[in-house]
């Protein structure tokens, strides 16, 4: 390791190379409770510099743990014990942006809202909106495959990845695809890599597709006495033919926690409400829409529809939303927030079956996500300094999973595998499949290197 | 909430999602792990739970490197009082004697001389001395308003400006003011802020005597510092209410201008300007509308805002005595700032603090970028008539 770290200090310079007891434990967590020591942290500012870290890794068998702004939830960026923290986060260039085209070349580091924001000063608009969009980097979104609230209408981050360059576990450099929408030469290998979660390649550029930036946008917040009603409520939207730009479903104890830290003024006696947002080009098409949401929620049990007027209010309604997931801490030292979806029909019976968990488990469970897309975050609440609730929480867990595979779901739908569903993915995927993934990562990573011990069981 | 409650195990609220990172400016300055807000509450739980049992000088510079400028508490969705947390780490690796040497310097200055520049405590008022005539507040045995000229507007000349311009306004508006002249010592910030609160405790208990003795029912500072030290820290150090009200000179103007009692100039010209809100005024201090409202009863003046304003806003780098412990980050911080203030088209910006005016006129100097920086009271006394008129 010593002969690595000086080889690294050499070609990188001292200043990116990081190995004091510190800047290791800088760089031993993620967005989750996991936590391990890598041996030493780099930050490379180029491909060029990356292929040479992944080179020299190689050649010690040292594992490379590729990591944007860590806060992914789980587990994948969290480092092998030991090994090499490989830190993207000075690689943010915006390398060219295409505007006849509509597309942009970046540096895998930027952060996903400082490239959001530079194309939407041009009219232009990249809608992968993951909740952490202000401290995730568009690498990180990639490998992960991040989702958000605006997939439900826009799609994921990899339907705007048109080609990407990729370090490959010899330091080999790959280029895929390319500014051609339609290309079906040879294999997809940019889909490969969304969502490896940096077991296959260190992706260290991207190409991505940008679209014109919706002119007009209308928001309303439904309130549901009855969390079924809210549930069914969802496909009766999308049955109406309506694709709303997001369809965010928050339950009463998310309302609670909410309205406990941000004092927002929202209802705690209802049992979940909507949040619903149409958009496009054409203002009365958008205004049409969102008044046929209001009634679609009120026929079906909302108690109370609110349409924001104003970019204000529009932002107030967002504010509860965006600021569920952290508002939890307050109640418990530590939350375990799963990922699940299930079919759209599904939901309710899902909702219905973890509510029951909880109440069997004793430990509360918070119910938020987008629903509009069958994608649903419950949240455990607990403390992990108690070995008897986290023994109680590990059984949950599995038991969510059970719901969603029972339910034709899975297990993620935006998160990932990363190691905290690693142990779940055969029965997710079966032997077939994982065995076809594991042959895949065998051929682009012989030595088993990049990321170790993740995704794969 | 005031700042000095704090759960001694708050460190396990941070849930390490991060998004302090996107504000916190000595982590955007080099997007290394290490520098953020994420990264000093972990290493704290580190040292708490044993993963780092023995911490070292690099341990230290991990909190005296902070600008404690409070972005981090600000955004963090889990409530934890960060700046708060670091400060307590500071003062923790002060007891284990791993304050770093220019800080201890400092603090040593502070308490042999009373001041953080360590010349005789009798030069607290050169400032005065060519101004057109003597500051009546000099030698007062009595007054309402004590105004604390604080360290920097006192002794450095590059900010006399400061103190010459408010205590003219002061004149001007009639105020039965006292200056405190030797009597005044350092309020004892940098001291705390360093982790020496004990240390500070002696300069405290003699500022407040010092006020009471002239019966005053008001102190101003121009110093943000100052003002947040006096006002938030004073009457917990010393266990008492203090018996006096204590503000900024921005409410204090803000306050005699609406009531008529600063006569304007008829011809004030048209400027464009942006405000830079200091961190212990605004976000830790709470004081974001006085100067707003200064600006706008000024004729001529037009205020934009930064993007990052209120309480929102970014260090100008001068925070948390960085500019002591490692002056070359503190000026790349500045020189961001400037950069994001000329970005607004603004020529000036305006600043309500003479340590935020200092860093940001330097930067704008040494990064040539073509805007003026000016105190808020430089701006007021630059509309009032003149004496004569």
């Known amino acids: 390791m010593e002969e690595l770290i000086v080889k690294l200090k050499e070609i990188l310079g001292p200043d990116k190379v990081l190995t004091s007891l510190e800047d290791r434990i800088a760089y031993s967590y993620d967005g989750t409770f996991a936590q391990n020591l890598p041996d030493v942290a780099v930050l490379p500012e180029s491909t060029d510099e990356v292929a040479v870290v992944v080179q020299i890794a190689a050649e010690h068998r040292v594992p490379v743990v590729p990591r944007g702004m860590a806060s992914g939830l789980a587990g994948a960026s969290i480092p092998f014990s030991g090994g090499i923290a490989l830190s993207l986060t000075r690689m943010n260039r915006i390398l060219e942006l295409d505007e006849g085209n509509r597309t942009v070349r970046v540096e895998a580091g930027i952060v996903t ?52 360059t990729v370090v490959l576990a010899d330091g080999r450099v790959l280029e895929t695809g390319g500014k051609a929408i339609k290309n079906v030469v040879g294999y997809d290998l940019t889909s490969l890599f969304v969502g490896s979660e940096g077991t296959l390649g260190v992706i260290t550029e991207a190409l ?65 409400m909507l949040i619903i947002e149409t958009d496009g080009s054409d203002e009365e098409a958008v205004v049409r829409e969102i008044e046929a949401v209001a009634r679609i929620c009120r026929e079906n049990g909302a108690r109370a529809v609110e349409v924001a007027q104003s970019e204000e209010e529009r932002a107030e309604l967002w504010r509860a939303r965006r600021s ?90 935006e998160h990932g595998v990363g190691t905290l569903k690693r142990p779940y993915m055969e029965e997710a995927l079966g032997p077939v499949s994982l065995d076809v993934q594991r042959r895949i990562k065998q051929a682009l990573d012989p030595l088993n290197i990049l990321n170790p011990g993740k995704v794969l069981p | 909430m005031t700042n000095n409650d704090i759960r001694k195990d708050e460190y396990l609220h941070c849930i390490r999602c991060g998004l302090c990172l996107s504000t916190c400016p000595t982590y955007q300055l080099t997007l290394k792990e290490t520098d953020s807000p994420r990264a000093r509450v972990a290493l704290l739980r580190a040292m708490r739970e044993g993963l780092l049992e023995r911490p070292t000088d690099y341990t230290a510079a991990q909190y005296f490197r902070c600008l404690l400028c409070g972005a981090c508490t600000f955004i963090c969705p889990s409530g934890v009082t960060v700046d708060r947390l670091l400060e307590l780490t500071r003062r923790e690796m002060a007891e284990l004697g791993l304050m770093p040497h220019p800080l ?28 057109p005539e003597p500051p009546s507040g000099i030698g007062r045995e009595r007054a309402e308003v004590v105004y604390f000229v604080g360290c920097v507007s006192a002794l450095f000349p590059r900010s006399y400006r400061v103190a010459q311009s408010f205590v003219e306004v002061l004149e001007r508006g009639g105020v039965d003011y006292a200056l405190l002249g030797e009597q005044e010592w350092c309020c004892g910030y940098p001291m705390a802020i360093n982790g020496g609160l004990d ?35 004073y009457p917990v150090a010393l266990g008492e209410e203090l018996g006096f009200e204590v503000v900024h000179s921005t409410e204090f103007l803000a306050d005699l201008l609406e009531a008529g009692r600063l006569p304007l100039r008829p011809d004030l010209p048209e400027q464009v300007v942006t405000y830079h809100d200091p961190c212990d005024l605004g976000r830790k201090g709470g004081v974001f509308d006085a100067p707003r409202r200064i600006l706008a009863a000024i004729p001529g003046v037009t205020l934009v805002e930064m993007e990052e304003n ?57 990064e040539r970028i073509r805007v003026r920086v000016k105190d808020i009271t430089e701006i007021v006394l630059d509309a009032l008539e003149s004496r004569d008129q």
């Open chain 1, 113 to 164: 809202a400082d490239l959001q924001a530079y194309v939407e000063e041009r009219g232009l608009f990249y809608p992968p909106d993951p909740s952490s969009n202000r401290q995730s980097t568009i690498g990180g979104n990639i490998a992960c495959n991040a989702g958000g609230p605006r997939c439900l209408k826009y799609g994921v981050t990899g339907d705007y990845v048109l080609g990407l």
């Open chain 1, 208 to 272: 991505l597709k940008l679209i014109a930036k919706p002119q007009f946008v209308r928001t309303a917040r439904a309130e549901f006495p009855s969390l079924d009603d809210a549930s069914r409520t969802v496909n009766a939207i999308l049955s109406a033919g309506i694709v709303p730009a997001t369809l965010e479903l928050m339950d009463e104890t998310a309302i609670e926690c909410i309205e406990e830290a941000m004092h927002l003024g929202l209802p705690l006696d209802v049992e979940a």
């Open chain 1, 324 to 413: 569920v997931s952290p508002s939890l801490a307050r109640r418990a030292p530590n939350k375990l927030g799963e990922d699940i979806t299930v079919p759209l029909s599904a939901i309710p019976e899902a909702v219905r079956r973890i509510k029951e968990i909880s109440a069997r488990y004793g430990l509360p469970i918070v119910i938020f996500g987008h629903a509009g897309d069958g994608n649903l975050h419950p949240n455990i609440l607990f403390d992990k300094r108690d070995p008897e609730q986290w023994a109680r929480v590990e059984s949950m867990v599995g038991e969510i999973f059970d719901v969603a595979l029972e339910l034709e779901g899975t297990l993620s739908g």
């Open chain 2, 104 to 131: 201890v310097a400092l603090n040593e200055r502070v308490v042999e001389h009373h001041n953080i520049s360590g010349e005789p405590n009798e030069n607290r008022l050169m400032w005065a001395e060519n101004l």
């Open chain 2, 199 to 233: 240390q500070a405790r002696e300069t405290i208990r003699h500022n407040v005597e010092a006020v009471r003795a002239r019966g005053a029912r008001l102190v101003v500072t121009t110093c943000p510092s100052c003002f947040y030290f006096w006002k938030h820290t």
């Open chain 2, 310 to 366: 209120q309480e929102g806003s970014h260090c100008c780098g001068g925070g948390g005595n960085l500019e002591s412990f490692d002056p070359e980050m503190s000026r790349a911080i500045a020189a961001r700032r400037v950069r994001q203030a000329a970005g607004t088209g603004a020529r000036v910006v305006v600043s309500a603090c003479q340590q935020c005016e200092r860093t940001l006129f330097n930067a704008a100097r040494t």
